[in-house]
């Protein structure tokens, strides 16, 4: 019998398209959505293209049945406390919120706010499974990556590895469903349309997120990370400019990235910077790596879907591993 | 000296847009911006591009100084109480709501409610300066017509005039500015991105405004209208597709057109159908008229830009009139 | 042993998608993959997207070796030759062109040009599986519908039947997908963008073909059919106005669309006008039907992916009909 | 009398609104358009929304009559000769392609080709008027800048000035009327449409104009600059991470770039990151800095419209120094 899965915030973007993507799952038993407004009404009809016939319930854990697992799509801070209660009651969790990214609760505080479930830190496992597939197959509470940590990881991780970092700027670019499904000056259509700008600047909350995964891979360094918003809707790019320790070759950079991404399913080594669309409605990440033989410095683009390998297909990823299925089963 | 002018409702996007028609126009003198939100902050924080460096005040008209003339960009409804409160201090108005455009106040309340001063509507003059141009310049209530029925209108006048009409299928399509500045599921960026559909089928409120302006030409139809929400910022394309009473050929058409539009300076009658950037941030319509020989059907299509001559510049233009100013002034 | 396939003509968006298609289908084995410029290139550098790994060749039917079937992705009038060699070699053919829809030989001649092939017309079938289910199944030449009869005829089929349309006007809106891969002026994305406007007044090619299909359900009418270009990718809508013979009501036009396509895998009737996106690279046309109270008129509203169901996913449909698999393998 | 101008190249973005600009000029007269194709068309057919009644002419200087100055808006490498001719005839000229920027031929010879005028090199005078105004006043032959220098050159202009610059990343984005009007796979509206990619990576031939400009400032710099294709038409953002030769405060930066930019007409220093519709069809480049107090680092965007501040109104706004005339006269 397949496990049988809830998703908890399925009215979301994440959350519905994390939703589409089990109901429609050979391995998995979508049992149950929960949101917060718009009990009752029914997936497909907020999001017809999804087509998930299932309605939306308010959150009731004695109702829910026996969950085998759960994603979890919750703003920061009110994520924390339900999956502490699921743990309780032995479900196996996938976050797609910040609450159990940081491993040290210090920087969530600094960074968000008073963390409601600390003690579960010591458990959650960062769910890149690029990186840590294995810790996360034998997880209960995998900590889904931001987006952009998701596409900045994967671009850096192959120097970082390499200890050649010495300073890197990330300048990411995001579609508007990076912003959420609230109506608000910032996503309407008027603001957004032929227009590009920065915002969280110079504080972005995925910082100390990609700060601190690089620096589990060896890579101690303080990014400047400045993401913009693009009048499209699914894609995200993140331009990596990285000062090198020492001079490298392409023949070193291609040997780096050839050699940590030549097995990943999916993680694409390209010649020429990617676009979005190559990666739209996908699990995969694409990156290429380019040396500017006029300052020495190592430019290298990613890009994701961030609704995808950034949220809802990762979060899937991660499930797979966890229950131990082939890790691109319904998502590919 | 130039009259004083003030906008009411300059917070929305047809609102500010005229605020900022006035504030460069050589002729008047914009003294007073009003908003029922964000009073206090200055137009050029809210709208950048438009440069207005005026802060919202709330609606105070003692306050406001004597004023020469008003825009009201209120919404319909509200905009009538308001209009009555500045008529009696004479103040001349162009209202850009729906409150005075309906003759009959029976088909406005069929259509949208009770009318809070149905005693003002025997002095409002529609303001359609092609139909209404020596008029408008004696009125002191002038009703700027709605977007659709601009375009509609202007489209089918001329057969109109001619007697020639006998069933008319407009089917019309706008882009988001039209919906308004309210943030909504409607006007987020990712529901109207790589999208287009119908709505208010079958009974939008500009209907009964373009039958009331076809009837007064002299062609008593029921029109089937039909508008679609667009992936674009501003612009508005109507097809209208006219089975004729009798047979018209080609030059019949170009003659009615030629002759109806010869010497109007802000319609232009063109071979090919047009696209709305050809109009994009003007006050023209653009016409162009066809005949289909194998059905006889005439379709004739007119473009324009819903927040200029759809609102905004066509009250400005209408204020040109009523203050003897060239009628271009300021909107060329 | 699946049956081997080839698409020819894999360069353009139709045949790119095809070829993507097949190559994931359960139950062909895509074998070849040519077109006429681009020779040698991977399909996968041109649409990194569609990920298939096969390179471009030239046509030589000597060389793809025994194939069970073929998609031909050719302009009008270059299909029907190739089309012909290949029937003579006993290779079942599903044509994405124009060259084998319409059934009388003047007619094409009339709309298109001289016919290359028209011995082969009376074997041609119409490939609208929701029409010609059964006679696909045991054709060996398969006609692919144009995009825009595709959703009209599904728009207009249950009244058509019914025998209750007296006229029609069709206003259709289509991404630019639907204009081709070379490019031109009139696919500069400047062009496009912000843009909309009609094209192929008063005489597109696909009028035909809607009142072909419509004849052959009972209604004989000529149609007004006029296309709209979008600032968009792939989607279509068309917006039906029909004069009905006599009244109808609402439940009639339910019961009506209800019967007909109660069991249409990708057919969906619904209630509010849809979206394109609601069928965004999918299979599925979306209809809803509305009555106007005033005018009697009946609106019916259908949206197609132009791409998919308007073109290749639809090929795919009627391949699984042709060998007898399951309708929707490979493309749901 | 008003100088006589021509527009050497009229068929293209740039030179087209530079027509469009200079025919509604107060005080220039538009006396002639060539273009090397469309021969015979008028500017209007092309552009309609330009509204410029002139038809395209071949390139016949004995026909043209006096000319008191010119633009010149052809491809690199073509324009030099004809820049040449027409300063042999006492032409003035504005040049809009690259062949006049870069001071120095070998660095020209380098990024471009063969220079066919270089013994004009020494009088020609870089077109930025925020940077050289008296000298532009003066100059015969001005070479106006590119749109990314332009952008990158304000941005950074008041930190090199003060010499603290030590290291800059210049992630730059722009939409697609910068890439040409020349249709190609490249602009082909679904190619762009919902996608983001970098181009020119690693050695975009404007870097070499902006080092040049950066150095006449007094920052000897090797930049790294990339550039991006944005999904919409008109407008340009330059994000510049810069990494200080010394710790500087938010008052320091507040200070320089107030200093700086007090008394420009068209650079607005603003405090939050500004989008490029702030600036659409505007002369205005609108300007914000932050300060990243974790790394220490700099951060400026600057934004302008790549087809008005970035090529055409910038070329007005030289013409009109070069002239005496106000500096804004037709492009405010």
Chains 1, 2, 3, 4 share one sequence.
Request: net charge negative; with cysteine.
């Amino acid at each position: 019998m397949p496990p049988r899965v809830a998703v908890f915030g399925a009215a979301g973007f994440t959350g519905a398209l994390t939703a589409r993507l089990l109901y429609t799952h050979p391995s998995f038993e979508l049992t149950a959505l929960t949101a917060r407004t718009e009990v009752g009404r029914r997936l497909d009809d907020i999001y017809p293209y999804h087509r998930v016939p299932i309605a939306l319930e308010e959150l009731d854990l004695d109702r829910h049945g026996d969950l085998g697992a759960a994603v979890v799509a919750y703003p920061h801070g009110a994520s924390a406390p339900l999956v502490a209660q699921l743990r309780e009651r032995g479900v196996r969790v996938v976050d797609l919120s910040a609450d159990f990214r940081l491993r040290d609760p210090a920087v969530y505080e600094l960074w968000y706010r008073d963390h409601a479930a600390p003690e579960l830190l010591a458990e959650a496992v960062y769910g890149l499974p690029e990186r840590y597939r294995e810790t996360i197959a034998a997880a209960d509470l995998v900590a889904n990556p931001g987006c952009y940590p998701t596409a900045a990881v994967l671009a850096l991780a192959p120097l970082a590895r390499a200890g050649v970092i010495k300073d890197v700027v990330i300048d990411a670019k995001s579609g508007v469903s990076g912003a959420g499904r609230a109506p608000s000056d910032k996503t309407h259509f008027v603001t957004v349309d032929e227009n590009i700008s920065a915002y969280g600047v110079p504080r972005h909350r995925h910082t100390p997120e990609i700060e601190q995964e690089l620096e589990a891979l060896g890579a101690s360094v303080r990014v400047t990370f400045t993401p913009h918003l693009l009048p499209l809707d699914q894609g995200e790019l993140v331009s990596c400019y990285v000062t090198p320790e020492a001079e490298l070759g392409e023949d070193d950079l291609d040997r780096l990235y050839g050699e940590a991404y030549a097995d990943e399913p999916f993680v694409e080594v390209v010649a020429s910077p990617p676009g979005v669309r190559d990666v739209r409605e996908t699990n995969f990440c694409r990156v290429s790596v380019h040396r500017d033989p006029r300052t020495g410095r190592v430019i290298v683009f990613a890009t994701i879907d961030n609704l995808w390998k950034g949220a809802a297909s990762q979060a899937v990823q991660n499930l797979n591993l966890m229950f131990g299925l082939p890790e691109g089963e319904g998502i590919t």
